[in-house]
Each structure stands twice: as structure tokens, then as C-alpha cells.
């Protein structure tokens, strides 16, 4: 259908201008990427689109919309939604959450809103080296321990 792919043009190119996006192909398919990730996809049957909680379960809910799998493989994915063409109105506010889901990151669980995520502590791998838990060893003190032969004391 014309219309569906102009819907999805017009969604795409707004996101290219307001929210980093960039425009390319996953596994034939066009589709939009935010940091390398694809996060909306184009298909014959409607779009697919990347979505995790409250929203996904909204998606679902609608009449033929159903999880898709990128690789087309019988094992859908539970974050990829395809929304058919019947529901094409609904498409951007669908991609607007899924580029809000882009950019705050796609891996790891979910975090709520307002929240500070605590990062992993680094831990310098001199922190744990011989080294440093025996800093106070050297080879002159040691030295200076063995008695030297040879010598008279005064």
C-alpha cells in the first residue's frame, strides 16, 4: 500500500531531523537506526517496531499486530512487534516511544524513569596485582638482612 509506506517515510525523516536517527536496511529491510541499533522496521505486512513494557503490551493488543523476528526465523522475538498496515495511524507515536527506547539503550533490563542507574564499579586491574598488595618489598631490604661472612665487627 502506498499510503503505508509514505506514513512510514514521513515518520522516518522526522526522526532523522529531531531525534538523531539515521535511515538504513536490516536484512533487506529498510529501516531507522539510533547508535547502530535498529529500533523501526518496514515490511510488506506493516511495521515492526522495538518496544519493551506498557507500550508493547498497548501494540500487542491490537487487531493483527503480532511478535516478529528480524531473522524471519519461527522463534519471534518478544521485542519486536509488527503492527500491520490497518493500524498505520498509530505508527508514530509507536516510533516515537520505540526512539525514546533507542536512546536510553536497548541492552539490559529496563530502567524506570527518574531513577540514577548505579554503575559497575572499575576495578584497576593493578588494584590486584602482587605488587601492590606487597609494595613493601624490595630486594635491598632484604639484602639487608643477610648477615655478610667475612666481616669483623668493631
Given at each position: 500500500m502506498?499510503?503505508?509506506?509514505?506514513?512510514?517515510?514521513?515518520?522516518?525523516?522526522?526522526?532523522?531531523?529531531?531525534?538523531?536517527?539515521?535511515?538504513?536496511?536490516?536484512y533487506?529491510?529498510?529501516?531507522?537506526?539510533?547508535?547502530?541499533?535498529?529500533f523501526?522496521?518496514?515490511?510488506?505486512?506493516?511495521?515492526?517496531?522495538?518496544?519493551?513494557?506498557?507500550v508493547?503490551?498497548?501494540?500487542?493488543?491490537?487487531?493483527?499486530?503480532?511478535?516478529?523476528?528480524?531473522?524471519?526465523?519461527?522463534?519471534?522475538?518478544?521485542?519486536w512487534?509488527?503492527?500491520?498496515?490497518?493500524?498505520?495511524?498509530?505508527?508514530?507515536?509507536?516510533?516515537?516511544?520505540?526512539?525514546?527506547?533507542?536512546?536510553?539503550?536497548?541492552?539490559?533490563?529496563?530502567?524506570?524513569?527518574?531513577?540514577?542507574?548505579?554503575?559497575?564499579?572499575?576495578?584497576?586491574?593493578?588494584q590486584?596485582?602482587?605488587?601492590?598488595?606487597?609494595?613493601?618489598?624490595s630486594?635491598?631490604k632484604?639484602?639487608?638482612?643477610?648477615?655478610?661472612?667475612g666481616?669483623?665487627?668493631?
Amino acid at each position: 500500500m502506498a499510503n503505508a509506506r509514505t506514513r512510514y517515510d514521513t515518520i522516518c525523516d522526522y526522526l532523522v531531523r529531531t531525534h538523531e536517527a539515521s535511515v538504513g536496511y536490516l536484512y533487506g529491510k529498510p529501516c531507522a537506526l539510533i547508535k547502530g541499533h535498529a529500533f523501526i522496521v518496514y515490511c510488506f505486512e506493516g511495521v515492526a517496531f522495538r518496544l519493551r513494557g506498557r507500550v508493547r503490551l498497548q501494540a500487542t493488543a491490537l487487531p493483527g499486530a503480532r511478535y516478529w523476528d528480524p531473522l524471519g526465523r519461527n522463534m519471534p522475538s518478544m521485542e519486536w512487534i509488527l503492527v500491520p498496515e490497518s493500524h498505520f495511524l498509530r505508527w508514530d507515536r509507536l516510533a516515537l516511544e520505540s526512539a525514546r527506547l533507542g536512546k536510553d539503550g536497548f541492552g539490559g533490563r529496563e530502567a524506570v524513569r527518574g531513577t540514577p542507574v548505579a554503575e559497575p564499579e572499575v576495578v584497576d586491574p593493578a588494584q590486584r596485582s602482587v605488587r601492590k598488595v606487597a609494595s613493601s618489598f624490595s630486594f635491598s631490604k632484604l639484602w639487608a638482612l643477610v648477615p655478610i661472612f667475612g666481616r669483623s665487627e668493631q
